[in-house]
Nanobody, 119 residues
Framework: QVQLVESGGGLVEAGGSLRLSCAAS??????MGWFRQAPGKERELVGY??????FTYYSDSVKGRFTISRDKNTMYLQMNSLKPEDTAVYYC????????????????WGQGTQVTVSS
């Protein structure tokens, strides 16, 4: 049984920081990623990490502010210099292959965690 369990969301003021965690169980993955979805908007990629070598990719909207890392079976998303437009439900996702920016290349999803950034 594959499970992705997220934690770490919450309310923070603009300019603040949060760290999200995603603990994976049930199998190993080649790629894990973070996506987010704001109300009324489509789910978008935040970034992903290749488990074997730690390669990371970030969307332009978060590059330089967010950092994805991994440790054992847990993926992290360190979010700094948060902006109100970062407000969304954040999801972690996993794929057994070298996945891409597209959500439909990921097979497993967490339940989501709310991040709210106040102005």
């Amino acid at each position: 049984q594959v499970q992705l369990v997220e934690s770490g969301g919450g309310l923070v003021e603009a300019g603040g920081s949060l760290r999200l965690s995603c603990a994976a169980s049930g199998r190993t993955f080649n790629t894990m990623g973070w996506f987010r979805q704001a109300p009324g908007k489509e789910r978008e990629l935040v970034g992903y990490i290749w488990w074997s070598n730690g390669f990371t990719y970030y969307s332009d909207s978060v590059k330089g502010r967010f950092t994805i890392s991994r440790d054992k079976n847990t993926m992290y998303l360190q979010m700094n210099s948060l902006k109100p437009e970062d407000t969304a439900v954040y999801y972690c996702a996993a794929a057994p292959r070298l996945a891409s920016k597209l959500a439909n290349t990921y097979d497993y999803w967490g339940q989501g965690t709310q991040v709210t950034v106040s102005s």
